[in-house]
Structure formats: C-alpha cells, structure tokens
C-alpha cells in the first residue's frame, strides 16, 4: 500500500523546513536508511542516509528553498516545484521528485534543475 | 548522446500549443513510436504512439495548459510545472516528467497530479 498523501505532504512540508533552518539530521531522518539522491537528475545517484547526510551537511546554509505551487502526489510518489534562492543574487526554478515507502519515508529524491540555466534576482 | 536541452524547451513549448489548438496529430508526432503515458502517475502506461494518439483525442478541448514556471531540463529529461484549467470553473496544478530519446522525441511521460486536489478558480 502507498503512503499516505496527505502524510507525504506533510513530510515533504518539513522538509523545506528543515532544509531552510539548516537542520541536517532532521533532513537525513526524512529518508530511508537505503534511499538514493540525484541532484541534479543525471548524476550518479548518492546511495544510504549517511551519503545524504553529508550532502545536505554541504548545501544547506547556502540554499534557501521557496515552494511554488503545491505538491502533486500520486500513488506515493510526488512533485513539487520550488525558486532556490542562492544567496541574495541567484533563483534556480527546481523540481523535486520523491518516492516514499510505506512508512512515509522518502526512497527517492531526483532534483530536476536545468544546470544551463538560473536567474538573476532583478 | 542526451537531446539537446533547447530542443527540449523547444518540444515542450510546442506540446502546450498544440495541447490548446487540440491539434492531436501534433501532439503524438512529438512522441516516439514506442513511447508510454503515464496520466496520471500510478495508473497503467499506455504504450505506443497509437494509444498516446487516442489518450490526447479524448482529452483536448476540456483542458488548457498554462505553464507556471520553465521546465527543468537535465540530462534528456525535463519537469515542468502547469495549471491545467478544466472548463472555466477549475484549476488542477500538474508536473509533466517527459524522458527525451537522443532525436529529441518523447520516450516517456509522467503526470503528476493529485487524484485527490483541484481548486476552485476564484
């Protein structure tokens, strides 16, 4: 059986949260000991909890992350887009797909950005 | 080799016009002959040009496309964000996946959209 939708909206609500207060191991705990992060999508994939750790250990305090439109959640996946504030100067337009285990936690992350392209903030 | 990335934004600009003209041989001529659809996720992939064509002729003329953000294009794949307008009276907010073969056609397509969520327009 899927997760729950409206518990991975909730999980993913947290995230941004955790991921704007620079909270490492709250970040970490939202996955599976097993899962894989992509980011961006076409890179190899980081595999365990513990490689996940240290990537968000390197990007949050960099990274500020401001949701766009709602979650989309389908049969326990969903996509959710989001503006990355990088520092004070840059926006890149992102797209975050998750896929959640049974339990709610995140399996999957593949971070969808165009590495061509971010905006100037005007 | 990944299709080129402008060619990408080029096909998904494109797939939005012809989703509003409900030009349908437009649309399946953007995918590739063995191509699947997935709308939405979590439902069974229809395969095949001839099944996507029959997808979209029943789904043009109820539902205009507006995208809310550029597609994140990386790697032969791209995300992007939309308000789907059905009829004038609601708004469903999608995220297309669309993986791209090295001509630049659509392999595969994911929608993403909450089965459970759409707005009221106000």
């Known amino acids: 059986m899927a997760a729950n939708s409206d518990d991975i909206r909730k999980t993913i609500g947290r995230y941004v949260e955790f991921m704007n207060a620079s909270d490492v191991d709250s970040i970490a705990a939202l996955y599976a000991e097993d899962a894989t992060l992509e980011d961006p ?19 949050v ?14 049969a326990g996946e969903a996509a959710f887009p989001m503006h990355a504030h990088l520092g004070e100067t840059q926006i890149l337009e992102i797209i975050d ?24 903030v005007i």
């Open 97 to 120: 797909l998750m896929a959640f285990n049974d339990d709610g936690q995140i399996v999957s992350m593949r971070a969808f950005w165009s590495t061509d392209q971010s905006q100037p």
């Open 41 to 59: 999508v076409g890179t190899e994939p980081l595999r365990g909890r513990e490689a996940i750790r240290g990537f968000y250990a390197a990007a």
């Open 61 to 74: 305090g960099h990274v500020k992350l401001e949701p766009t439109g709602n979650p989309r959640v389908a």
